[in-house]
């Protein structure tokens, strides 16, 4: 195999599906079955090579041999032949828009437009397939990847429309292109922050037609998008999400209604995060913590994001939206108040701003109460080293999107032409902070990215700059087991006993323990060492697909026709 280092026999994993054998039924109306999986490969800790797994009131019972099982089989509530399919914790993704992303799933998508024109033309396709829309909304347009090299103008979305509001988020959500009826629609934007005429908006202006745009948008519209979200996810084997919500992303209602429908309905867990600096409000609309995107920059592809040194393709440094005694006093009142704290910070200037709030913080109340309290930083994609020893020494949490690599990397990729060669091979240096002891979690930041767990695992392995690489199997923990340390909950993530029974089936091919090259310590991808297998993540090779995701013990998606 090339670049990985392989378990030089791997386990075979044949390509069938699951047969269920029931002696009960999934009822809603009753709590969750008591089920034997068996047959196939269970990746846990408890045991590197167990082939089975009992789940029991919603949590994991036991795992073990195929010969062990046979005592099992004859006192539950379901059994489950695996047929060769692998079994893992299901995955969490730590950062995520679940309307946006629902909305973009059923409207319009503009990430796959390779040209300009293309992307016009499916605006016009867009406006004529929804005559009764108020208000027309898309996202993912990203002019550096079109040769034109430009985003769309008022003018040309206009005669797209036939002169409707419409709103068109660029891929990073942190700029926008809009049309005049939109504009027309928000008083006094002509005059705020980030309105330059011809140019896409940002800042306050931005934030003012988005929130026109989203107010335009049923209750109903939002609640089937949330499900069309969540569903999706599930099909993925993702079992929990963590919603970054936000007066300025998207509304109180929006929040508050999408924590409603993931208690009421069968589907991943929804972890909340309400990004103001406001604990009181944080907490009585059921947040995890004020954190999430409460912003200290904006992003390098709308070049808000806020650094020490211009830009190489703009004569400004970005936007810094929070100073370091904000970043104080807000952490200061979420750790008194007993609340997880956080921001988003891209930009080294911004992620250092966030260090020394931190520490400011810690002076204060104590850096015991500050690293007990996990606080987050999200994107964190310009990390000096100081930085990082920072994060370390503070307890803080990276919560962190690898697809961003995959996308804007490279030579000749999105970060180069914003910070030139130099800047952009110190981007997302995820092996760093993992050798410094900075416990990640990972996510797509969906509709930013898609979800994507197997991409997004496959991504941090294979990243762009090889120094930053980490072995499949740190990229995995980091997106199962992290996700739940970033909550907070050291038990669960990882299919042990006494675990929550999150999980996931899936078909793939052999399992093989994956490191990317040489950079990555042998002793963790060593067969001796009794690591259980992961599916080979090679670029090119076929990720895995989700057969059942089952959260907390309950059934939450079957891969229909199989």
């Given at each position: 195999?090339s670049d990985?280092?392989?378990d030089?026999?791997?386990?075979?994993?044949?390509?069938?599906?699951p047969r269920?054998?029931?002696?009960?039924?999934?009822?809603p109306?009753?709590g969750?079955?008591?089920?034997?999986l068996r047959g196939?490969?269970?990746?846990?800790?408890a045991?590197?090579f167990?082939?089975?797994m009992v789940?029991?009131?919603g949590?994991v019972a036991w795992?073990?041999s195929e010969?062990?099982?046979?005592?099992?089989?004859?006192?539950v509530d379901e059994v489950?032949?695996?047929?060769g399919?692998?079994?893992?914790?299901a995955?969490?993704?730590?950062h995520?828009?679940?309307?946006?992303?629902?909305l973009?799933?059923t409207?319009l998508?503009?990430?796959?437009a390779?040209?300009?024109?293309d992307?016009?033309?499916?605006?016009?396709?867009?406006a004529?397939?929804?005559p009764?829309?108020?208000?027309?909304?898309g996202?993912?347009?990203?002019?550096?990847?079109?040769?034109?090299?430009r985003?769309?103008?008022?003018?040309?979305l206009?005669?797209?429309?036939?002169?409707?509001p419409l709103?068109l988020?660029r891929i990073?959500?942190?700029?926008?292109?809009?049309?005049?009826?939109l504009?027309?629609?928000v008083?006094?934007?002509?005059?705020?922050?980030?309105?330059?005429?011809?140019?896409?908006?940002?800042?306050?202006?931005?934030?003012?037609v988005?929130?026109?745009?989203f107010?335009a948008?049923?209750?109903?519209q939002r609640t089937e998008?949330?499900?069309?979200?969540?569903?999706?996810a599930?099909?993925l084997?993702i079992?929990?999400?963590h919603?970054c919500?936000?007066?300025?992303?998207s509304s109180?209602?929006?929040f508050?209604g999408l924590l409603?429908?993931?208690a009421?309905e069968?589907?991943?867990?929804?972890?909340?995060?309400?990004a103001e600096q406001d604990?009181?409000?944080?907490r009585a609309?059921?947040?995890?913590?004020?954190?999430g995107d409460l912003?200290?920059?904006g992003?390098?592809?709308?070049?808000?994001?806020c650094l020490?040194r211009?830009y190489?393709?703009?004569?400004?440094?970005g936007t810094?939206?929070?100073d370091?005694?904000a970043?104080?006093a807000?952490?200061v009142?979420?750790t008194e108040?007993?609340?997880?704290g956080?921001?988003h910070?891209?930009?080294?200037?911004a992620?250092?701003s966030?260090?020394?709030?931190?520490?400011?913080?810690?002076e204060?109340v104590?850096?015991?109460?500050?690293?007990?309290?996990r606080h987050?930083?999200?994107?964190?994609?310009?990390?000096t080293?100081?930085a990082i020893?920072?994060?370390?020494?503070l307890?803080?949490?990276a919560?962190?999107?690898?697809?961003f690599?995959?996308l804007w990397?490279?030579?000749d990729g999105?970060?180069t032409?914003?910070?030139g060669?130099?800047?952009?091979r110190?981007?997302?240096?995820f092996?760093a902070l993992?050798?410094a002891?900075?416990?990640?979690?990972f996510?797509s930041d969906s509709p930013?990215?898609?979800l994507?767990?197997w991409?997004?695992?496959?991504?941090?392995?294979?990243h762009?700059t090889p120094?930053?690489r980490?072995s499949?199997r740190?990229a995995?923990?980091?997106?199962?087991?992290g996700?739940?340390?970033?909550?907070?909950r050291?038990?669960?993530?990882?299919?042990?006993?006494?675990?929550?029974?999150d999980y996931a089936?899936w078909?793939?091919?052999?399992?093989?323990?994956q490191?990317?090259?040489d950079?990555?310590?042998r002793?963790?991808t060593?067969?001796?060492s009794?690591?259980?297998?992961?599916?080979?993540?090679?670029?090119g090779?076929?990720l895995p697909?989700?057969?059942?995701t089952v959260?907390d013990?309950?059934t939450?998606?079957?891969?229909p026709?199989e």
């Open positions: 195999m990985s280092t392989t030089p026999e791997p386990r075979p994993a044949p390509a069938r599906t269920t054998t029931p002696s009960g039924q999934d009822d109306s009753r969750p079955l008591t089920v034997l196939g490969e269970v990746h846990s800790p045991d590197p167990a082939t089975a789940v029991e009131r949590q795992v073990g010969g062990a099982a046979d005592a099992f089989a004859d006192g489950v032949d695996l047929e399919a692998l079994v893992t914790p995955f969490t993704d730590a995520v828009h679940t309307t946006a992303t629902g973009a799933l409207g998508d503009l990430s796959g390779r040209t300009l024109g992307a016009l033309d499916r605006v016009r396709e867009s004529a397939s929804r009764a829309d108020r208000t027309l909304l996202h993912g347009w990203d002019a550096s990847r079109w040769p034109e090299r985003p769309p103008g008022r003018a040309e206009d005669e797209a429309t036939g002169g409707r709103y988020s990073d959500v942190h700029s926008a292109v809009v049309t005049t009826a504009l027309d629609l008083p006094g934007v002509r005059s705020a922050a980030g309105f330059q005429d011809g140019e896409p908006l940002t800042r306050d202006a931005h934030h003012a988005r929130a026109a745009a107010a948008v049923t209750p109903l998008a949330q499900r069309a979200a969540l569903r999706h599930a099909s084997g079992g929990s999400v919603e919500g936000g007066p300025e992303i109180e209602d929006d508050t409603r429908l993931a009421q069968r589907g991943p867990r929804v972890v909340g995060y309400w604990v009181a409000k944080a609309l059921g947040a995890a913590g004020a954190a912003f200290v920059d992003a390098l592809g709308s070049h808000t994001a020490h211009p190489a393709d703009a004569d400004h440094t810094a939206y929070l370091t005694a970043v104080a807000h952490v009142a979420c108040a007993g609340l997880q956080g921001f910070a891209i930009g080294d200037a992620v250092a966030v260090v020394a709030g931190m520490r400011a913080a810690a204060k104590g850096p015991a109460r500050v690293r007990a309290a987050r930083v999200e994107h964190a994609e310009m990390l080293p100081e020893a920072g994060f370390a020494d307890g803080l949490t919560s962190v999107q690898p697809a690599d995959a990397g490279g030579a999105m970060y032409e914003r910070l060669a130099e800047r952009a110190t981007l997302n240096p092996a993992l050798r002891g900075v416990p990640l979690a996510g930013v990215t898609p994507d767990p991409g997004t695992v496959r991504a941090a392995a294979f762009r120094e930053h980490v499949v740190a995995f923990t980091a997106h199962t087991r996700g739940w340390r970033a909550v907070g050291d038990d669960a993530g990882v299919l042990v006993p006494g675990a929550p029974a089936v078909r793939t091919e052999e399992l093989v323990v490191a990317p090259d950079r990555v310590a002793w963790s060593d067969p001796r009794g690591t259980p297998g992961l599916p080979d993540l090679s670029p090779a076929g697909v989700c057969l059942r959260v013990g309950r939450v998606f079957v891969r026709d």
